[in-house]
T-cell receptor, first 115, second 115 residues
Framework: AQKITQTQPGMFVQEKEAVTLDCTYDTSDQSYGLFWYKQPSSGEMIFLIYQGSYDEQNATEGRYSLNFQKARKSANLVISASQLGDSAMYFCAMRELGSARQLTFGSGTQLTVLP | DAMVIQNPRYQVTQFGKPVTLSCSQTLNHNVMYWYQQKSSQAPKLLFHYYDKDFNNEADTPDNFQSRRPNTSFCFLDIRSPGLGDAAMYLC??????????????FGPGTRLTVL
C-alpha cells in the first residue's frame, strides 16, 4: 500500500488565489512527522513546512499552511495568494518511528500558477 | 549562509566509466543522504550516513557506493554507470533521527547524463 498518496498529478491556480494540494498518508505509528517540499524546475528540493503527529495546532509558515486532519490521515498544503514563482512540483513526505531517518515521498503534484 | 553544496551541477559520463558526485555541508548535521530522482518521479533513497555509520537501502544496486571521509563531505561513486542511471542525484542532511522536526535540507542536485 502507498504510504503517501498525492492524488493530483497537476493543478492550476490563478495568480493571487489560494490553492490546496492534497496529501493522505498511511501509518500505524503514533509518532510521525509530515513534511512538504517544493521542487522548482531547477531541481533543488526546498523545505516548506512541517507537522508533527502530536502537534495540536496546524502548522503555518508565511503563505503556507498545513491542514492536518489526523483522524482522516490527511495533511493538505494550502498556499494563499499564489505567485508565479510558486509554479513547481510539490512533494508530501512522511517520517515514521520505525524508519526514523528515512523520508517517504508521495508522487508529487505539479502546480502551475497562471497570470 | 549554512547550506548543502553539490558539485558538479551537471555531469556527463560515458557508459561504464566510473563517476563520482560530491556533496558538502556547512550545517554540521549528523546525517547525510543520497537520493536518486528520475524524471517525473519522487526521490528514492539510496543510502545514508549517521556520522560514520553507513546504511544501505535494500534495493540499492551494488553499482552505487558512498564515502563520508568527515562530517562535512559525502561522495557518491557509480562504478559502472548504465543508461538507466541517468537521473538527478540529490544530497540531503538532517541533524539527527528524532521523529519530531528534523527536516532534511537538500542540495541543488547533480544531473547525471550517461552517453
Amino acid at each position: 500500500a502507498q504510504k503517501i498518496t498525492q492524488t493530483q498529478p497537476g493543478m492550476f491556480v490563478q495568480e493571487k488565489e489560494a490553492v490546496t494540494l492534497d496529501c493522505t498518508y498511511d501509518t500505524s505509528d503514533q509518532s510521525y512527522g509530515l513534511f512538504w517540499y517544493k521542487q522548482p524546475s531547477s531541481g533543488e528540493m526546498i523545505f516548506l513546512i512541517y507537522q508533527g503527529s502530536y502537534d495540536e495546532q496546524n502548522a503555518t509558515e508565511g503563505r503556507y499552511s498545513l491542514n492536518f486532519q489526523k483522524a482522516r490521515k490527511s495533511a493538505n498544503l494550502v498556499i494563499s495568494a499564489s505567485q508565479l514563482g510558486d509554479s513547481a512540483m510539490y512533494f508530501c513526505a512522511m517520517r515514521e518511528l520505525g524508519s526514523a531517518r528515512q523520508l517517504t515521498f508521495g508522487s508529487g503534484t505539479q502546480l502551475t500558477v497562471l497570470p | 549562509d549554512a547550506m548543502v553544496i553539490q558539485n558538479p551541477r551537471y555531469q556527463v559520463t560515458q557508459f561504464g566509466k566510473p563517476v563520482t558526485l560530491s556533496c558538502s555541508q556547512t550545517l554540521n548535521h549528523n546525517v547525510m543522504y543520497w537520493y536518486q530522482q528520475k524524471s517525473s518521479q519522487a526521490p528514492k533513497l539510496l543510502f545514508h550516513y549517521y556520522d560514520k555509520d553507513f546504511n544501505n537501502e535494500a534495493d540499492t544496486p551494488d553499482n552505487f557506493q558512498s564515502r563520508r571521509p568527515n562530517t562535512s563531505f559525502c561522495f557518491l561513486d557509480i562504478r559502472s554507470p548504465g543508461l538507466g542511471d541517468a537521473a538527478m542525484y540529490l544530497c540531503a542532511t538532517s541533524r539527527g533521527d528524532s521523529i519530531q522536526g528534523n527536516e532534511q535540507f537538500f542540495g541543488p542536485g547533480t544531473r547525471l547524463t550517461v552517453l
